[in-house]
């Protein structure tokens, strides 16, 4: 089944919409290579001294200071982080995003600098990694507060290494690069063996977000199956696969009756928390809610159980018709939560755009599924140009209702949206080259 159209209009009139999306990229990637990788991050004002006492220590005066503390970054996001003493720093996470940009981009142009490119970054990540019990890891440039109490600088974390897992595998993909391929692998041994884990009755695995707790995030468990499994159809390593489908199942089982997920799931028998220390309550959001589809998506190809294929592609179809039924406006804008629309997120949108591709280039899914998110992802490429694109090429930290935040983050929004867009812009060239057009 062919992947669905996704513009209207006359060739020439969607070619000149995939040089603008190409071009949004190349700017928000200009202005990276002209500013650096340091940059202010939206968690980082946590991980202040101040902030991580609040956290500690419960009572009604430490939730006054914190509330008084986040009040301060919102009026003046940068001065008040100054006056923290918080300082730019360079996140591992985002120079995997940045390298899967750049690799997107050599898949569309052949042209190798953007292979050198995304080289560069990978390199980099090989000579800074984090403490890891086994393989390679990679965590925060900043201290965080999250279900196991605060996780110092250098703690390996899921998150940012499943970034730099795939950020590897997709080079050793494009190029053949050996080098790549032995830092994935360093990267799932830490996914598959490295993390706490706990095997449920029904035979599914869950893995922990850092080393330092036992938690069950499902956009978690989903990413690091997605890339244990595609992983084991390169290589022979029988404990990728059996860990990854062990995950799948644990999403697929915790997934709501009307097909949402919500973020985390709490351990039976221990008093349960979020992640930054409130008690437990479920959370539906945008961009965790499309991570986990887009990471089913990618999964699907390398599940060879029949069972669970199916299982995992009627979750998946369930799960794609509950995101973009309620996840996005009547319009097409992506929501933040189920709960509010602001703040307008530059990783939400991000993250949308690079779902709802997935959603539409999975040749398992319905047609009227895919075409349902190749329409709606036009929209929200849009949309995000007009509220979030700054003139200087980069993008908004967020959008409040009466307020703008500019922090320039690299992870937050200069990373993600320039993978989305790299993305989106290469999608459109491949549905005019399959018109016919000489693009």
């Not at 996470?93 to 050198?116: D, F, N, P, V």
């Not at 069950?216 to 468990?221: K, S, W, Y």
């Not at 595609?230 to 697929?252: D, N, W």
């Not at 179809?317 to 933040?336: C, I, V």
Request: hydrophobic share 40%; charged share 15%.
């Amino acid at each position: 089944m062919s992947v669905p159209p996704v513009a209207t209009g006359n060739l020439d009139e969607n070619l000149i919409r995939s040089e603008r999306m190409l071009q949004v990229a190349y700017n928000a990637l200009a202005f990276v290579e002209e500013h650096g990788y340091e940059t202010y991050d939206i968690s980082d004002a946590k991980g202040t001294p101040l902030v991580l006492w609040t956290y500690a220590h419960g009572g009604w005066f430490a939730r006054l200071l914190r509330l008084a503390l986040y009040g301060g970054l919102y009026i003046a996001p940068i001065r008040f982080r100054k006056l923290l003493r918080v300082r730019p720093s360079r996140y591992a996470h985002a120079s995997a995003m940045l390298a899967c940009a750049y690799i997107e981009l050599y898949k569309i142009t052949g042209e190798r600098q953007y292979s050198e490119r995304a080289g560069s970054l990978l390199e980099w990540l090989s000579q800074n990694t984090a403490q890891a019990p086994v393989g390679s890891c990679w965590g925060a440039p900043f201290p965080w507060f999250s279900y196991g109490g605060v996780v110092p600088v250098g703690v390996g974390s899921s998150h940012g290494t499943i970034w730099a897992a795939n950020a590897f595998l997709g080079q050793f993909e494009t190029t053949r690069n050996q080098f790549a391929l032995d830092q994935c692998v360093q990267a799932c041994d830490f996914l598959a063996f490295g993390l706490n884990s706990t095997r449920h009755a029904s035979g599914s695995l869950s893995v922990s977000y850092s080393v330092l707790d036992c938690s069950q995030c499902l956009n978690i468990n989903a990413d690091a199956a997605s890339v244990l499994l595609r992983l084991s159809k390169l290589i022979t390593k029988p404990a990728y696969y059996q860990s990854g489908v062990g995950m799948l199942q644990f999403v697929i089982e915790n997934q709501n009756r009307d097909g949402s997920w919500s973020y985390d799931v709490p351990l039976q028998g221990k008093a349960s928390t979020n992640i930054d220390g409130r008690p437990w309550s479920p959370n539906i959001d945008g961009f965790h809610t499309g991570m986990v589809l887009s990471a089913l998506c990618w999964a699907l190809p390398a599940v060879v159980d029949s069972d669970l294929h199916r299982s995992c592609k009627a979750g998946l179809e369930k799960g794609a018709r509950f995101y973009m039924g309620n996840l996005f406006t009547a319009d097409g804008k992506p929501r933040y939560s189920l709960k509010s629309f602001y703040p307008i997120d530059p990783y939400s949108c991000g993250q949308a755009m690079i779902s709802l591709l997935d959603i539409c280039q999975c040749r398992v899914l319905d047609f009227d599924l895919r075409q349902r998110a190749a329409l709606l992802v036009a929209g929200v490429a849009d949309f995000t140009i007009e509220s979030m694109l700054e003139p200087d090429g980069s993008f908004l930290t967020a959008r409040y209702r009466f307020r703008a935040i500019r922090l320039k983050s690299l992870r937050w929004a200069q990373a993600v949206l320039s993978l989305a867009y790299v993305r989106y812009g290469g999608f459109l060239l491949t549905q005019l080259r399959a018109d016919g057009h000489p693009s």
